[in-house]
Every structure is written in C-alpha cells, then in structure tokens.
C-alpha cells in the first residue's frame, strides 16, 4: 500500500522509522534485530537510507596510495525486499541524486518495480565525505525535483528511452525531505520553502522533515508551508538523543538547534547511560505534543537509538 494511502486512511498518529543498511561486511540480522524491538508498534512503512559509493585513498605498506570506491553501507534494494518479504511491512527505499547517473536511476526503477516496492523518498543526497556541498554526478541530477520528475514521468510510461513502445507505467508513491530550521544550503527559510514548493508541484505526494528538537521549528514551518499553497502531508522526524556527545555532534552533522536547556543537561549528566534517559524523555514529551497538534506521522530516526525508541513507542503507541 501507498505511503499517501496509510496517511489518508489512519484514524491516528502513525509511528513509522528509519534504518540505516548495516556497514559493509555486516550482517543483515542486526537490522532484524533492531526490527524485531519495534514491529509490535505497528509502524506503519520502514525507510530505508541510501549511501553513495565514497572514493577512499589508503595508503599501502610500501608507502605507495592507491584509489579505492567502496560502498561502506551497500544494499539498499536487497534489504527492502528482504523486509518486506520478512514483516508484510511498507518498506521506503531512499533514492538519491547521488551515486546515480539518469540511467542508473532508470535501471534502480525497474528493480523497484519488479520487486514490488511503490514507495520511494526521492532526494538529492549527502554531499560526501570532505566536502561542504553536494556536487552533481556527471550524467545524474542535481536537485532532487528533477530526480522527482524522472520517476514520475516512469509512473506515466516514458523512459529515458523514448523510442520503447508500450512501456510499463510504474506506480510510486513519492516522499521529499523538508527542513524546519532550513536546508544548510539555503539562504533562508522562505527560499528553501519555495524549492519545497517545487518539489509538490512536481508531484510529491508527502513531506518527512528533518530532525528537531524543538517542536516549534515544525509548527511554523508548518504554518509557512500552508501560506504558500504546500498542501500535502508533513511528517515530523524525530530522533532521540543517546550519547552525550550529541548534545554538540547533532547540531553540526544534521544543522538543526538543540535547546540551550536540554543540551546543557545532556552535556554536563554522569555518563551516556543518564544522557539516554534525557533524551528518551524529551523525545517523549516531543511526541505527545506533535499528537496533540494532529501530526500525520512520527518518523523515528533509529540509529544508534533503538532501545529508546522501543520505549518511547510503548509510551505513546
Ligand atoms: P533538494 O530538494 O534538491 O534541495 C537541496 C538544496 O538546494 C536546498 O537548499 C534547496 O533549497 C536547494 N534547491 C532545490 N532545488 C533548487 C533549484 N532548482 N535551484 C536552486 N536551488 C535549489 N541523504 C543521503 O545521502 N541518503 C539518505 O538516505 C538520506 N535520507 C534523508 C532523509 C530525510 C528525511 C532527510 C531530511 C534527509 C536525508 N538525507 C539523505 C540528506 C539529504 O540528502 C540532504 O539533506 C541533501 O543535502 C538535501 O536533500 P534534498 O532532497 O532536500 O535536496
């Protein structure tokens, strides 16, 4: 079933999460197992993340450099066909601009399609280790409309290839990402929201925010969203603090505010066990709030958190 549909249907605030493939040369049963803690509450689609193949220089012992690409976190596809399989749950794969030439998107589409998956998150991607801004692949896109508008023109039949005659229509059902405290690029908020803007237009069915911490980030980007015309879905993501060191590593990785407050307590607690049960209880508090204000969805980020999401889901669904 279509993301769109589970939202449009639901008589409540649904709980849904987001894995990340087990690093190269892992397991898949680890992802099961972090799986295995939080199926009970019901979620209502799993995504999955992309990770572009990154190019490494490893020095050798007789002190000569050599290029390698590796893929730290492969697997992407596979491990959305093996959960769906494993828990009838809607699985979201993310698509990237990254990593993908317009064919490789073309080609990553019909493998989709194949295996049955009609839900996608459609992004440009992260930039890439070292480097302050996402570059384009050379033949691939550069913003994630545009990457948008390939699968949807797949969703009518036209492929790249526009000599192919009675070409199958895919069926997805697309997600973007938008950005409460505004993408790192951006110049400010109200520019970033008309890109945003772009993107539903386009033909985005839903919107999964950033992480925040502050819930009055999602509230008026959500009121400014709806001043411009945004009319779709917006589902806050949420991600509760685990380690200490997040209380300063959050805000930089992911350009988002931590409450002077919350941040302090986290940084200046005993050790990364209390610094869990902070975070654990903030996101708590978080979530009971978005319930009240009618979110659609709560979307938990889940690495490195899995055991306090299980306890903030028992809380709260
Ligand atoms: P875009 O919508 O393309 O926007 C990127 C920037 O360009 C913004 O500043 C926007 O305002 C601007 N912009 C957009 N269109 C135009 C235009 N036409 N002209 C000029 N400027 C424009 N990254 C991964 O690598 N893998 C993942 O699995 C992944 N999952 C994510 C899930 C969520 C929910 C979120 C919020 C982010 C995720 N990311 C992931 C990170 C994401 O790829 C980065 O934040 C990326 O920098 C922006 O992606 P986007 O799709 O929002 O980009």
Redo the contacts with the bound molecule.
């Keep these: 079933m279509k993301v769109i549909e589970k939202i449009n249907n639901r008589n409540k605030t649904l709980f849904s999460i987001?894995i990340v493939p087990p690093l190269r040369g892992n397991r898949i049963e680890g992802i099961y197992q972090r799986i295995d803690q939080l199926i009970e509450f019901n979620p209502a689609f799993i995504?999955i993340?992309?990770?572009?193949d990154e190019a490494e220089y490893i020095q050798r012992k007789d002190g000569s450099t050599v290029k390698r690409t590796i893929s730290k976190r492969p697997g992407t596809v596979a491990l959305t066909a093996s959960i769906m399989n494993k828990y009838k749950v809607e699985v979201v794969p993310?698509l990237?601009?990254?990593g993908f030439t317009k064919d490789q998107v073309e080609n990553a589409l019909i493998d989709f399609n194949f295996l049955g998956i009609e839900n996608l998150?459609?992004?440009?991607?992260?930039?890439g280790r070292g480097l302050d801004k996402?570059i384009a692949d050379p033949g691939g896109h550069?913003?994630?409309?545009e990457l948008l508008e390939q699968v949807l023109k797949m969703n009518e039949g036209k492929y790249l290839d526009d000599r192919l005659e009675q070409a199958n229509q895919s069926n997805f059902c697309v997600g973007?990402?938008?950005?409460p405290e505004?993408?790192?690029?951006?110049a400010d908020l109200d520019?970033?929201i008309?890109?945003?803007k772009?993107?539903v237009l386009a033909g985005a069915d839903y919107i999964?925010?950033?992480m925040f911490f502050d819930n009055k980030y999602y509230y008026e980007f959500v009121d400014k969203c709806r001043a411009v015309g945004i009319d779709v879905p917006i589902i806050p993501?949420l991600k509760p603090i685990a380690l200490k060191n997040q209380a300063d590593v959050l805000p930089k990785l992911f350009h988002t505010d931590i409450p002077q407050d919350l941040a302090n307590e986290v940084r200046n607690c005993k050790d990364n066990k209390i610094a869990l049960e902070i975070g654990t209880q903030w996101t708590i508090e978080q979530a009971k709030d978005l319930i009240k204000h009618g979110a659609p969805v709560l979307?938990f980020y889940t690495l490195g958190a899995g055991n306090s999401i299980r306890k903030i889901a028992k809380e709260i669904f």
């Design positions: 987001e995504n993340t992309y990770h572009k993310h990237t601009c990254g998150l459609v992004l440009q991607g992260d930039a996402f550069k913003y994630a409309v973007v990402a938008g950005y505004k993408h790192y690029a951006s520019s970033d008309q890109y945003l772009a993107k999964v925010t950033q993501g979307h």
